[in-house]
């Protein structure tokens, strides 16, 4: 309430104070580098592209296994989006993006997503990108607090994307999002894209657009962000009892030297949705994120085949996690869990 207050009493509503201290805080709490708050993670994707001058004649890998937003800010960023299938922890497959890169030219970058928080295999992804000229950006999302080999995601590469929607590890009470970079010029770039391509006032040097946190999200921010380290431990502590006490269902693989941020806790199972009806009758509520694969959509159909993605489609399934449930609600499920027939 007294941030929000604050943010009244200051009478500025859009890129004031709130903003820029949530810009510092947020880039502190990373451990350095620079973070520019924009409207939402789809527009964080778009506005990174544009900075980076990868637009138009220019293709995007994108993880098959991914929110559409992803795909469709490639798009908007005026980029192609080209897929490439997941492996087994579901980030992105380096055997497959390598694949993919030699068999495809005009590549300028890849989004690497760190999936329901588990961190991608960020060195193989890497070294192929390295070997091939290509950019490596990292799509932080759903990773809040997530390390690969002790460093903090979404400060593994040159830039990182952000969304902090509310349901995320760390969320706005709206839309929300922001570019990380170790780079002073790009995010100079990203400020001045996010806002008209004003550098100063009234003057459009570049072809900009409207994307801007607004001071009352950033003021909702920065009271969440002191309390993330905590809520992420809880939430890995929660996880560790499913893992421990789950049977008759496949367990979500972390794989050596990551920190999962369980934004997602994830089974799998072939009987998926007569699981998720079992469930729903015993009163747990599951999720399926999600249900088609980016190339089985619409938008982005292609007639290519993703084995991995597609058979994980049908498997996965979301457990109840956050960081106010208690054991005995985890236990609850594992016994609903334990109690499907299949
Ligand atoms: C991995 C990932 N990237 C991008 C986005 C898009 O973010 P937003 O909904 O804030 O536009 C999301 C949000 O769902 C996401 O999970």
């Not at 990373?30 to 520019?36: A, F, Q, R």
């Not at 559409?68 to 798009?75: G, K, L, N, Q």
């Not at 192609?80 to 497959?93: A, G, H, K, S, W």
């Not at 002191?226 to 499913?242: G, I, M």
Request: a neutral charge; one cysteine or more; aromatic letters at 6%.
């Amino acid at each position: 309430m007294l941030a929000v207050q604050r943010v009244l009493q200051s009478g500025r509503f859009i890129l004031g104070e709130e903003v820029k201290a949530f810009e510092a805080e947020f880039a502190s709490f990373l451990g350095g580098g620079h973070v520019v708050g924009v409207a939402s993670g789809t527009d964080a994707i778009e506005l990174l592209l544009r900075a980076m001058e990868i637009g138009a004649g220019n293709g995007v890998i994108v993880p098959v296994l991914a929110p559409s937003a992803v795909a469709a800010a490639v798009r908007r960023a005026g980029a192609c989006v080209v897929l490439c299938d997941v492996e087994e922890t579901l980030t992105l497959c380096p055997q497959a993006l390598r694949q993919v890169l030699e068999k495809q030219c005009g590549i300028k970058a890849v989004l690497a997503v760190h999936l329901y928080g588990h961190p991608c295999e960020w060195k193989a992804l890497e070294e192929v990108c390295e070997a091939q000229g290509v950019l490596l950006i990292e799509d932080a999302s759903q990773a809040h607090e997530a390390r690969f080999e002790q460093k903090a995601i979404g400060t593994l590469g040159r830039a990182s994307v952000w969304s902090f929607y509310p349901t995320k590890n760390l969320g706005a009470l709206g839309d929300a999002g922001a570019v990380w970079t170790s780079e002073a010029g790009l995010a100079e770039k990203l400020r001045c894209l996010r806002e008209y391509g004003w550098r100063q006032r009234h003057v459009s040097e570049l072809p900009g657009i409207n994307s801007r946190l607004d001071e009352m999200q950033a003021a909702m921010l920065r009271v969440k962000l002191p309390s993330l380290p905590a809520q992420v431990a809880k939430r890995r502590e929660l996880a560790s009892c499913y893992l421990s006490r789950l049977r008759g269902v496949r367990l979500p693989l972390v794989r050596e030297g990551c920190e999962h941020a369980f934004h997602q806790f994830v089974i799998r199972s072939e009987h998926r949705d007569a699981l998720q009806a079992h469930l729903k009758l015993r009163g747990v509520l599951s999720a399926v994120l999600y249900p088609a694969a980016l190339h089985q959509q619409p938008a982005f159909a292609c007639a290519e085949r993703f084995p991995v993605a597609e058979k994980a489609v049908r498997e996965v399934l979301s457990l109840p996690l956050h960081p106010y449930l208690s054991e005995a609600a985890i236990d609850a499920v594992c016994a609903a869990v334990e109690d499907f027939p299949a």
